[in-house]
């Protein structure tokens, strides 16, 4: 999933993108209006001066050679001037407009004024000025029709300068804001980035709880999570504190029946089997009484990382004393730098009853390998034994659940194991191993 950073930095970058364009098109068309409308004015005074240099003659208007705008006298200098009679005919066209195809309007009544774009003769767009006029001056009134043209080329060249300008600063603006941006986001993520320097190194079991003091809208996140923290800690050590009160509880009646045993009767093979199940309730109640003496500093999701294989050669080194008469290769496959994220004792609990069973039912060789990947400890036990059926496997996870009842046990181990397993988010698989026997995959968040 992309990140709350690239996600705003992405939102921002098209929202700025989008102001950027939309504020060059408004300003542009403002310059553009605005250039319009001053090059109209420009005319409209080339027509006034034109009106005050013109002589009524007795033919009509009559103009000096040289005029107050020296651009009217030089051949397609751009700007050229027209005179039209009553009837639309010229009678007075500027030197300028020689070799010229620019475009005659109607003759206009006296008073109006027409300001247009239209395409001339010779493939050139004119920005064209006509206004009608009655000349007074002579024995009878007469109406014409000034006009005053100008080549668009250069209207469209000086808005495209603007244009050129208007991007270059705009541009430079837009990728300020941007980087001003990302350093304002980057201050606006810092308590979320401390936040999330906390949670990793209560992970890593560094502390306890979150202590730094964050803005009004993280502290409702920072001070739930604590309270987390606090209940589980709590529950934990409820949890530790009743099993330590059991396990206190079955140690005495266990020295008894040991006692007990040492002094009766009983048939050596029968004897041998109950010393075993004594041994192993043994083992049982310290370990739930080592849980107790850790209390809540052993919570599961606040324990400190735990090495796999180191685990797995203390287990494999007590396994193969039990089991001296057994001759059992076993193959450790495990990469030192693996970790369990999670309580030392939950992980010797399932990697100890899971090797138990692969000691008790393999022929020579049990295979014990890990791997870690996208973000998941992967634990497989493997063994030559008998192997388990498909349509037995379910079955077997459940407590009580025997593959064989002329085997000692009490079918829990497995239960226990995908107990376990489960309160950390993972799962236990039963399945066939390549040694030709059972094989059981363990998924632990890593």
């Known amino acids: 999933m992309m990140s709350l950073r690239a996600r705003v930095l992405l939102s921002a970058a098209a929202v700025l993108a ?51 705008e020296s651009r009217l006298t030089l051949p397609d200098s751009g700007l050229y001037a027209q005179v039209l009679d009553a009837l639309g005919d010229p009678i007075w066209t500027s030197p300028s407009a020689i070799g010229a195809e620019v475009p005659k309007p109607q003759p206009l009544a006296p008073g109006q004024r027409r300001f247009e774009r239209r395409p001339g003769g010779d493939r050139r767009d004119y920005l064209l000025l006509a206004f009608g006029v009655t000349w007074a001056t002579g024995p009878v009134p007469r109406d014409y029709t000034f006009i005053a043209a100008e080549d668009a080329s250069s209207f469209e060249s000086e808005v495209a300068q603007f244009r050129a300008s208007l991007a270059g600063w705009l541009g430079a603006m837009a990728a300020l804001m941007l980087v001003s941006l990302v350093l304002i986001l980057r201050w606006g993520l810092k308590p979320l980035r401390r936040v999330a320097g906390e949670v990793a190194c209560i992970e890593a079991g560094g502390q306890t709880q979150i202590q730094g003091r964050y803005p009004r809208e993280i502290q409702a996140l920072t001070g739930n999570l604590n309270a987390l923290l606090a209940h589980e800690r709590a529950r934990q050590r409820r949890l530790d504190n009743t099993l330590g009160d059991l396990a206190h509880s079955l140690k005495t009646p ?8 040492e002094e009766s009767r009983v048939p050596p093979a029968n004897a041998e089997l109950i ?14 009484l080592q849980r107790a003496r850790a209390g809540n500093q052993k919570a599961a999701i606040l324990a400190p990382p735990v090495p796999v294989r180191r685990a ?30 999670g309580v030392e004792g939950d992980l010797l609990e399932m990697l100890g009853n899971l090797l138990e069973n692969a000691f008790k039912w393999c022929r020579q060789r049990i295979r014990l390998s890990a791997e870690t990947a996208r973000g998941t400890l992967t634990l497989l036990i493997e063994d030559d034994g008998p192997g ?30 995908r107990e376990i397993g489960e309160a950390y988010g993972g799962e236990l698989r039963v399945e066939s191993s390549q040694l030709g026997g059972a094989g059981f995959r363990l998924r632990l968040p890593g």
Do not use: C
Request: hydrophobic share 50%; glycine share 6%.
């Open 254 to 261: 266990l020295a008894v029946m040991r006692g007990a045993l």
């Open 388 to 417: 388990i059926p498909p349509d037995q496997a379910a079955r077997l996870l459940e407590r009580g659940a025997r593959a064989d009842e002329a085997t000692p046990g009490h079918g829990i181990g497995l239960a226990v194991v």
């Open 18 to 68: 989008l102001f950027v364009l939309l504020t060059s098109l408004a300003l542009e068309r403002a310059v553009r209006d605005a250039v319009f409308s001053a090059r109209e004015e420009r005319l409209q005074a080339q027509i006034f001066l034109l009106m005050a240099a013109g002589e009524e003659g007795e033919e009509g208007l009559v103009f000096p050679n040289a005029l107050a």
């Open 312 to 341: 797995a050669e203390r287990l494999i080194a007590s396994l193969t004393k039990v089991y001296r008469d057994k001759p059992v290769t076993l193959s450790l496959e495990i990469d030192p730098a693996i970790l369990f994220r």
């Open 275 to 288: 010393q075993e199940q004594l041994t192993r309730m043994g083992h049982i109640v310290e370990y739930q």
